[in-house]
């Protein structure tokens, strides 16, 4: 049953890849590829739908490992403060007009704030040689305030050019996705999941708390540092190829579960391909149900996600109370 279930996950979310590739504003024919066809696919519709994917998959895995690692079903790749500092390098980028690498000044910029944040949540994180979860969460909580604090400070003093450009950033803008920000994103996130992966068993005992982890064989404080590095690698990547999305690492693990069930060894991989699906379907929705406008990915997946999280709240106890 649970291989039926894998299989029919997996073959959603190619309906909604393959869907997210060839409608929109525009539908394409892939029998029928002519010469602006064939441009709208492989220059902006191809390099869009990656960039949604690996995105996706990146804030997918994200959710599964945190709620994991710190054993709370609320976590999400946001709640540790890393796209507010994306958020606010990317925003002072845009706001200053700094482009020192060209087209890829943003999304570096992006990364290098996320990468900060991260070891500066790290650091706090941090005692006595040990990970410790609920101090990563508080030092994350009060990082992102004063972070978004900053980035609104930021936003109030530029000009309406700035704010506009900076806005659809935080919500998730994936109309600037083009192939170059493919190679150095796919890297870092590809990296980040090949740890979650090969530690998907330390995982699973870390959900049974430190004592049992610690029975069979496993180092928690260190198997922490692991998943912490993933998780900081996959959101700072993903934030900087198109901005900050909500709800998917929160959402899309839970869903995950309650379909195979808890084994992060096959949770994982499956919240990857799900993340990836589910960003590339609020995409098409967001360049499909006004246009010529697009409505920004961020928007439609907290559209989305906020209610559904709602009822998953109330009618699955997810919380365990």
Request: aromatic share 10%; net charge positive.
């Amino acid at each position: 049953m649970p291989k039926l279930k894998i299989l029919l996950l997996t073959l959603i979310s190619s309906l909604i890849l393959l869907s997210s590739l060839f409608f929109g504003q525009n539908t394409i024919n892939p029998f029928d590829l002519r010469g602006a066809e064939k441009d709208i696919l492989f220059s902006i519709r191809l390099p869009r739908v990656i960039v949604a994917f690996l995105m996706g998959s990146a804030l997918g895995v994200s959710g599964a490992v945190l709620q994991g690692m710190l054993r709370n079903p609320l976590a999400d790749p946001y709640i540790l403060g890393i796209s507010s500092g994306a958020a606010l390098a990317a925003a002072f980028g845009l706001v200053t007009g700094s482009y020192l690498f060209g087209q890829l000044s943003i999304p570096f910029s992006a990364f290098f704030g996320a990468s900060v944040v991260s070891v500066l949540v790290g650091a706090f994180g941090w005692k006595k040689g040990r990970l410790l979860p609920e101090r990563l969460l508080l030092a994350g909580v009060g990082l992102s305030f004063l972070f978004y604090a900053l980035l609104m400070l930021l936003i109030s003093m530029s000009s309406y050019e700035g704010v506009r450009r900076t806005m659809l950033w935080i919500f998730g803008d994936l109309s600037l996705a083009d192939w170059s920000l493919i190679p150095y994103g796919l890297v870092f996130i590809i990296a980040g999941m090949y740890i979650s992966v090969c530690r998907s068993k330390a995982l699973n005992a870390l959900m049974l708390g430190d004592d049992l982890a610690h029975s069979l064989g496993f180092s928690a404080h260190r198997e922490r540092l692991l998943f912490f590095i993933s998780v900081a690698l996959m959101t700072s990547a993903s934030v900087s190829l198109g901005g900050t999305i909500g709800f998917i690492g929160l959402l899309v693990p839970h869903i995950v579960r309650f379909i195979i069930g808890a084994d992060n060894r096959i949770v994982i991989p499956v919240c990857a391909v799900s993340g990836g699906a589910f960003l590339c379907g609020a995409d098409l929705i967001g360049r499909s149900i006004a246009p010529p406008m697009e409505i920004p990915s961020g928007i439609i997946t907290a559209v989305i996600g906020s209610p559904y999280f709602l009822y998953l709240l109330r009618k699955r106890d997810v919380l365990g109370t």
